[in-house]
Structure formats: structure tokens, C-alpha cells
T-cell receptor, first 112, second 115 residues
Framework: QQQVKQSPQSLIVQKGGISIINCAYENTAFDYFPWYQQFPGKGPALLIAIRPDVSEKKEGRFTISFNKSAKQFSLHIMDSQPGDSATYFC???????????FGKGTKLSVKP | EPEVTQTPSHQVTQMGQEVILRCVPISNHLYFYWYRQILGQKVEFLVSFYNNEISEKSEIFDDQFSVERPDGSNFTLKIRSTKLEDSAMYFCASRSEAGQNSPLHFGNGTRLTVT
């Protein structure tokens, strides 16, 4: 069964610190790896995404690191802010119709 | 910025009743999806829809579920006879094309409560 394994389940970080969330996937045919941010009562919103031909992608304070040989990718949030407190989902795309398979999510709390 | 809209935001129904969840995808999008999220758990794929037919579905999407695009703007999910375990947030999503550069846009969801 295709899975995306995400850790940790929850994370508490001080304001200004670095938040790191990890994901591992199984299927080498996956071709797209997005991270979604979800606030309570809202749908997931695309935060940043990477393709397997790139090892790192940075957008502002958010960076994805991708290790193709290990089938792992991670989200780094630099200078974490209380407004970053949300649930973060990694995902992988493998279906022909662009279907995403999500990890179980990480609830991030950034303390002021 | 265009967005996916879902109605109602919260639906309460009794077990065994039929419910229809409604979505208006972004207007120029071609691929449509339903996902669900049981409280506190991961987002799970239900079904994808393209060119007026189901293109892929998960094992969750059994005979109790159906989808329809009744006109040029709406995309609906019908649950024929709801069960307690159908209680979840249901998210509609759409994308403009299936390629690598086309992100999936989610609506804010419908919270379905089956009593």
C-alpha cells in the first residue's frame, strides 16, 4: 500500500526557533512533493512543493530538503513565528490524475 | 484570488439519511477531487473526476458514494445512506491540469455530523 509517513505528530517550538518536520515515502514513482498548511476550520493550503530532480527549495522562511535515495523529504521553518502555529501535512503525488497521498499531519505550536 | 467554495459549512444528518455536499471549483479548472478528514486524522483521498467521469477512487469510495457535475460550475458528493463513521470534514479540491506544475486548491470543507 502506498504510504507517506510523517513525524513528529506534534511539535512545540519557541518563537525564532527552527521547526523541522520529516516525511518518508515508499513509491519511487511519486513525482511531486508538496507541503500543506492547515488552520483550524480551514482547508489545507499549499505552502511549498518540490520535484524529485531538485534537492532543496526555499521560499522565504520555508525550505524543503529532498533526499531521493533515502525517499525522504523535510520541511524547515526558519525563525518560527506564533502565526505559523498550524497543522502541516506532507503529501506525495503518484496517481495519473494528480491524486495526492497525505501524511498524518504535524501539529506545530510556536510559543511566544 | 479565485477559490474553491463549499456549502454547507456544517451538515448534521441522521444515520441512514442521504446527504449531498456541494462544491464550486475554480472556474477554469478541469480536475476535481473529494477528500475527507476524520477529526484529528490525515486527509484521505476519496475520488477524482475528469471529463465528466470518475478517473480514480479509493477503497473508501464504496457504493454509498457518488459524484456528479450537474452543470458547468457545481461538483457534488452524495452519500446515499449515511453511517456514523461518515462523520468527518469533507474537502473538495480542484486543479487546472494534471501536470507537475498544477497545484491542488482546497475548499474550506463541509463538516458532516451523522447522529
Amino acid at each position: 500500500q502506498q504510504q507517506v509517513k510523517q513525524s513528529p505528530q506534534s511539535l512545540i517550538v519557541q518563537k525564532g526557533g527552527i521547526s523541522i518536520i520529516n516525511c518518508a515515502y515508499e513509491n519511487t514513482a511519486f513525482d511531486y512533493f508538496p507541503w500543506y498548511q492547515q488552520f483550524p476550520g480551514k482547508g489545507p493550503a499549499l505552502l511549498i512543493a518540490i520535484r524529485p530532480d531538485v534537492s532543496e527549495k526555499k521560499e522565504g522562511r520555508f525550505t524543503i530538503s529532498f533526499n531521493k535515495s533515502a525517499k525522504q523529504f523535510s520541511l524547515h521553518i526558519m525563525d518560527s513565528q506564533p502565526g505559523d502555529s498550524a497543522t502541516y501535512f506532507c503529501a506525495s503525488r503518484g496517481g495519473s490524475q494528480g491524486n495526492l497521498i497525505f501524511g498524518k499531519g504535524t501539529k506545530l505550536s510556536v510559543k511566544p | 484570488e479565485p477559490e474553491v467554495t463549499q456549502t454547507p459549512s456544517h451538515q448534521v444528518t441522521q444515520m441512514g439519511q442521504e446527504v449531498i455536499l456541494r462544491c464550486v471549483p475554480i472556474s477554469n479548472h478541469l480536475y476535481f477531487y473529494w477528500y475527507r478528514q476524520i477529526l484529528g486524522q490525515k486527509v484521505e483521498f476519496l475520488v477524482s473526476f475528469y471529463n465528466n467521469e470518475i478517473s480514480e477512487k479509493s477503497e473508501i469510495f464504496d457504493d454509498q458514494f457518488s459524484v456528479e457535475r450537474p452543470d458547468g460550475s457545481n461538483f457534488t458528493l452524495k452519500i446515499r445512506s449515511t453511517k456514523l463513521e461518515d462523520s468527518a470534514m469533507y474537502f473538495c479540491a480542484s486543479r487546472s491540469e494534471a501536470g507537475q506544475n498544477s497545484p491542488l486548491h482546497f475548499g474550506n470543507g463541509t463538516r458532516l455530523t451523522v447522529t
